[in-house]
């Protein structure tokens, strides 16, 4: 439902063809300057191509206006916009529309804990916490109608402490259930495989792997990331620690 044929971008992106479905959660990985934010970019209609074609639902990327993309996919940036001193609840619900904003925001308030933050200055917030309120407003836009959507979380977990990355992963699942594309740029290599249903490797701005989590080798980690690394069993899990 979203397909990638021969996407360019000179400098930063090698040519990559690579198709995902709906109700999908991927995890892009990668080393720093790999090229995943670009990826999500251009995903996101962010970018435009130098070179080949975006599909999102057989429709061109570059035949969405900006309400159309809107409607069809959300995406978190690394950029984080300071709010110029709004509420929080301000914040989250900008630019939201309407629907999204009566079917959603209790759901999103609840699912990220965000009740003790509305009435907050979004200026004053730690790193988390306004984290988690960004995360929010991408996750308003996709409420109404999931079926179909696209979510593109660049970076996620950044600042997140472990019980909101372990509740942010498990809700992300549970949109992939109700037929949301889930991609997201993930730093934690054991977390990427564990949560993801497929993954794409990204070294320097060309595809390395993309395919099940089970079937990345020690080997490309190794090569990628320029680490040896261990493989142990735990919890019934592999996990690929850094040596
Ligand atoms: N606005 C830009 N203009 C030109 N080149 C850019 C721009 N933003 C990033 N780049 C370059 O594109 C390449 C890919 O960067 P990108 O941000 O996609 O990597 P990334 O995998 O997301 O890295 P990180 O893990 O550090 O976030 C890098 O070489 C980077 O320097």
Not at 64 to 78: E, G, I, V, Y
Request: hydrophobic share 50%.
């Amino acid at each position: 439902m979203l397909t990638l044929d021969k996407v360019a971008l000179h400098g930063r992106l090698a040519p990559l063809s690579l198709r995902f479905e709906c109700a999908q959660a991927v995890a892009l990985i990668g080393p720093n300057g790999s090229g995943k934010s670009t990826l999500l970019s251009l995903l996101a209609g962010l970018l435009a191509p130098d070179e080949g074609a975006i599909t999102l639902m057989g429709e061109p990327m570059a035949s969405l206006d900006w309400p159309a993309l809107a409607r069809r996919r959300a995406m978190l940036t690394q950029k984080i916009p300071t709010g110029l001193g709004m509420a929080v609840s301000e914040l989250l619900t900008l630019g939201v529309p309407e629907r999204a904003l009566r079917e959603g925001v209790a759901a999103v308030v609840e699912a990220l804990a965000l009740s003790a933050l509305l009435s907050r200055d979004s200026t004053r917030l730690s790193g988390g916490e306004l984290q988690r309120v960004l995360i929010g407003r991408t996750l308003l836009q996709v409420w109404p109608d999931r079926e179909g959507k696209v979510l593109l979380l660049d970076e996620p977990l950044a600042g997140l402490d472990l019980h909101h990355q372990q509740a942010l992963l498990q809700l992300l699942k549970q949109l992939v259930g109700q037929g949301v594309l889930v991609l997201v740029s993930l730093h934690d290599l054991n977390t990427a495989l564990h949560w993801a249903q497929r993954v794409v490797c990204l070294e320097r701005g060309e595809c390395a792997y993309a395919g099940p989590p089970q079937a990345v080798e020690a080997s490309l980690i190794e090569r990628v990331f320029q680490i040896k690394t261990g493989r142990v069993e735990a919890a019934g899990r592999h996990w690929f620690l850094p040596l």
